[in-house]
Structures are given as structure tokens and as C-alpha cells.
């Protein structure tokens, strides 16, 4: 059996389900649910509330699914909100790796006007080379017709959640917050894709503050399947850059990252914290089948994940720390952000995150001939403290949304970066146009984004 522990994404939709096929040989689900119910046994956080006479005639996903203690928020208010199942364990290993068949754009569906049943698509940023990117395709474009239909409350899911190609009408919002519906398509063709998830950085002087900022989209070591930590390596270069430039303040923009690799997580947070390699990055707490068994095997050091001594660390020379969030922001953004609050203070610019404070496994039986992937939570994350408070989230030291109107990364005009330039700085940089304060007021009718499918989408990934 091989298995890889992350930090859980966020994982809605497609990932998930699987039809009763009539053609299945039953004795080949059994084996299947045999399989499952051994692994989740010994590893799911709530072992103890696992039925003990579950029904192995049911297909898998099925199966698995009556395993959950599914969060519920009179009757399991501690329950699960984030293990899953996926068909094929090569597709779930890989989607974890960040590749995926994709068009290269991640974007937010929200209704507008308020009030309405109207949808737009509001693309939130456009991968490098991919099929969106060569049809044109920037952060910021809007769109409200799929395949010359307007998008509505009613049709928006057909007509976005296939993986063929699709043509895209534009529209735009001019400056008082008017939909403007546009004549230009743009058509585009998903194909398979490795993200980078180090999308963008730079450094902002104003006067005695120098401020690094840096865009991180998900915490991923290194391309899927590769062996050469090579988005680490690309952080570690960034992180130089900021070292030897003498960055005083930080900005991370995590508004769009929904987890990923905790290895990436202690990473980054290494090049951050004032902190030195004997201080603990954070606890991990498991059921207690796997506790007896592992301190056995590895002592008390299985148990927690110390920062790595990083000659490219900036903690030394930084006075201000901040992060900006969203309620796209989960599990391995939040375990940062919690495990750097002991050593510094984090403040943080943004709205509410997930508030995924455990982590999971993922769990394959190829040795088996098993073709399935399971990705159970297995553990709950604490701070050097022992701290794991934000199983609501975390609120925002400074409230601000992005609305509607979006800037290119790197904008002072952007809310989120405005207002942590401002705090850092005490100047306002750049003030938004009238519009952009009038769309930020439309944040609350948004209905959901791409985000949240993405493997990593709330999740945290323990390797």
C-alpha cells in the first residue's frame, strides 16, 4: 500500500462521486470495501465512531461515505467536514501534484446585479501558457455567456462543469458598477496542466519600508511527480532576493491558496519565522491506534514538525507580517499562519478563512489492484502552544474584500494589497475608483469558485 500525508483541501463536485456501474463484479467491490474499511480503521481521526457493522454491498464511494462522522452542526459539531474518495487514485495523486485537465484559469461565479439570478465569471488569475492565457484570457476579465448562453442561477453548473471545450462571451463594468455585455468570445480547450503554484513577486520601497510581496497558490514541493523540490527551490530564490534586498516588512498572499503539502507549509514558514531549527513548527494530534503504534516505532518525534535551518530566512529583519486571506484560504495556509503566531505577529487582511485545522492522508492499494484513492482525515494540527482555534476560521485583523473589479497582482489599487501597504506604511499607495468601492459591496452574492474544486482546496497534505 502506498500512502502520502497532506493537509486536506477543500474538494467539492466532481472529485467525489462515483455511479453504481451494473457491469461491476461485486466480489471485486467487496475486496474494495474490505480495503477501505482496514485503512480507515487504523487511520481515520474518528475510528471510534465508525459503524461496526457497515454494509460492504455498496459501492464504494458509497461505502465510504456511511464510514464518516460527517460534521453536522447541532449533532457533530466536531464531526468531519473534509475526507474523501476518489475513483482513480492516479487522477487524486496527481490532482495533489497540482496537475490536472484544466482551461488555466481559476474563477469566482457570482450573481449579478445583487438580487438577481444573473451569473458572471470573474476570472481570478490565468496560468502561464495555458489554452486561457494563449485565447487571452487575464486576471480581471469577466464573462456571462458559456457557449452563447447567459449565464444564470439555474444553468451555470451545466454549462461550466464539463471538461470540453467551450467558447466564453466577455462583458465588462464600467465605472459605476454597470454590466456592460460584450460582443468578444474567446474559445478554449482544456487540456492537462501542471501549475506553478509561485505565481508572483516583488518588492515595494517607500521610503525606510521595504516590503516584499509574493502570490503562492498552493503548497506544492515540487511538479507532480518530480523529485527536485523545485517550487521550493523557487521560493528559496525569492526569499534571497528579499534577504539580500533588506525586506523589512512581508506581505504572502494566500487569497487563493486552499492547502496542499505540509512539507511546503514548514518550507516557507522557515524562511519566515524568527524562530530557530529547535522550535516547534506544530503538533500533530491522531487517533489512538496510530499514536500507540508510532510512538512505539519513532518516540515522541512523529508527533510534531520542528522548522528547518534556512540560510535564506528573513524573521531576523522583519518588523511587520502580513497575510492576505479569503474564505478560499484552508488547511496548510491556515496550519502557516497559526504556526508562525507564536514567534511573531501575524496580522492578517482579508475575510474569514475555511478554518481547516486537520489533516489527512492519501491512501492507495496498487499493490492490491485496487484503483481507487482514499484521502481521510487522520489528524488535528497545534501550534507550538497547542493551540488549534480556528476550526471556524480566522478572522481578519482587517476586513476588506476584493469585490468585483480586480487588479493585476502587484496593484497597490488591489483592496487586499492596499490595505496591507497602508498598514504597513501609514499612506494610502492608490485609491480605488468609485466602481471598485460600489462592487465590493456585491462580495456577499457570490455563489462559488473554482477554488474550491482544486485538490489542496482546503486541503493539507502530509508527505
Same mark, same amino acid.
Given at each position: ?73 447541532t ?7 473534509f ?5 482513480s ?10 496537475e ?10 457570482t ?20 489554452? *486561457?492565457? &494563449?485565447? #487571452?484570457? !487575464?486576471?480581471?476579465?469577466? +464573462?456571462?455567456?458559456?457557449?452563447? @448562453?447567459?449565464?444564470? =442561477? ?13 467558447t ?24 492537462v ?14 521610503? *525606510?519600508? &521595504?516590503? #516584499?510581496? !509574493?502570490?503562492?497558490?498552493? +503548497?506544492?514541493?515540487?511538479?507532480? @511527480?518530480?523529485?527536485? =523540490? ?22 504572502v ?10 512539507s ?12 530557530t ?12 491506534? !496510530? ?23 528573513i ?43 486537520v ?90 469558485s ?14
Open positions: 500500500m502506498k500512502l502520502k500525508f497532506f493537509l486536506p483541501v477543500i474538494l467539492l463536485g466532481s472529485l467525489l462521486t462515483s455511479c453504481k456501474d451494473k457491469n461491476v463484479d461485486p466480489a471485486n467491490e467487496t475486496e474494495t470495501n474490505n480495503w477501505i474499511l482496514a485503512n480507515m480503521k487504523y487511520w481515520y481521526y474518528w475510528n471510534d465512531h465508525i459503524p461496526t457493522s457497515p454494509d460492504l454491498s455498496k459501492d464504494p464511494a458509497s461505502f465510504f461515505e456511511s464510514l464518516l462522522y460527517r460534521y453536522d452542526a449533532l457533530r459539531p466536531d464531526g468531519d467536514r475526507s474523501w474518495i476518489q475513483e487514485a492516479d487522477e487524486l495523486q496527481a490532482s495533489l501534484g497540482g490536472s485537465k484544466t482551461p488555466g484559469m481559476e474563477y469566482k461565479l450573481y449579478y446585479p445583487s438580487g438577481t439570478t444573473n451569473v458572471i465569471g470573474v476570472v481570478l488569475y490565468v496560468i502561464p501558457d495555458s489554452p *486561457a492565457a &494563449k485565447s #487571452g484570457f !487575464v486576471r480581471g476579465d469577466i +464573462f456571462s455567456s458559456v457557449n452563447d @448562453q447567459k449565464l444564470t =442561477g439555474t444553468n451555470y453548473s451545466q454549462l461550466l462543469n464539463t471538461q470540453d471545450k467551450k466564453y462571451t466577455l462583458a465588462k463594468l464600467d465605472k459605476d458598477g454597470i454590466l456592460e455585455e460584450g460582443t468578444t468570445k474567446r474559445e478554449v480547450t482544456p487540456i496542466l501542471q501549475e506553478d503554484p509561485v505565481f508572483f513577486d516583488t518588492v515595494f520601497t517607500f521610503g *525606510a519600508d &521595504k516590503i #516584499g510581496y !509574493v502570490v503562492y497558490h498552493q +503548497f506544492i514541493p515540487e511538479p507532480y @511527480q518530480a523529485k527536485n =523540490g523545485l517550487y521550493d527551490k523557487k521560493l528559496d530564490d525569492i526569499f534571497t532576493s528579499f534577504k539580500n534586498r533588506n525586506v523589512n516588512a512581508l506581505v498572499d494566500l487569497r487563493y491558496n486552499p492547502g496542499g503539502y505540509v511546503s507549509a514548514t518550507n516557507l514558514a522557515s524562511l519566515i519565522a524568527k524562530a531549527a529547535n522550535d516547534i513548527f506544530y503538533y500533530k494530534e491522531y487517533n489512538d491506534e !496510530v499514536t500507540e503504534t508510532n510512538r512505539k516505532k519513532f518516540g515522541e518525534t512523529y508527533f510534531y514538525d520542528k522548522f528547518i535551518s534556512k540560510s535564506q530566512n524573521g531576523a529583519n522583519l518588523n511587520q507580517l502580513f497575510f492576505l486571506v479569503s474564505s478560499r484560504s484552508a488547511s496548510a495556509s491556515e496550519l502557516l499562519i497559526n504556526g508562525l503566531k507564536p514567534y511573531m505577529d501575524v496580522k492578517l487582511v482579508g475575510s474569514k478563512t475555511v478554518g481547516k485545522n489533516g489527512s492522508v492519501t491512501l492507495t492499494g496498487e499493490d492490491k489492484g485496487i484503483k481507487w484513492g482514499l484521502q481521510p482525515i487522520v489528524s488535528k494540527s497545534l501550534n507550538k502552544d497547542r493551540k488549534s482555534d480556528y476550526s471556524t476560521g480566522f478572522n481578519p485583523d482587517f476586513p476588506v474584500t476584493e469585490g468585483n473589479i480586480l487588479y493585476p497582482y502587484g496593484s497597490p489599487k488591489d483592496p487586499l494589497l492596499g490595505e496591507a501597504l497602508f498598514q504597513i506604511t501609514g499612506t494610502r499607495i492608490a485609491r480605488q475608483v468609485r466602481g471598485a468601492r460600489i462592487l465590493q459591496e456585491e462580495e456577499s452574492q457570490e455563489i462559488t473554482t477554488i474550491v474544486k482544486k485538490a489542496g482546496g482546503s486541503n493539507m497534505f502530509y508527505k
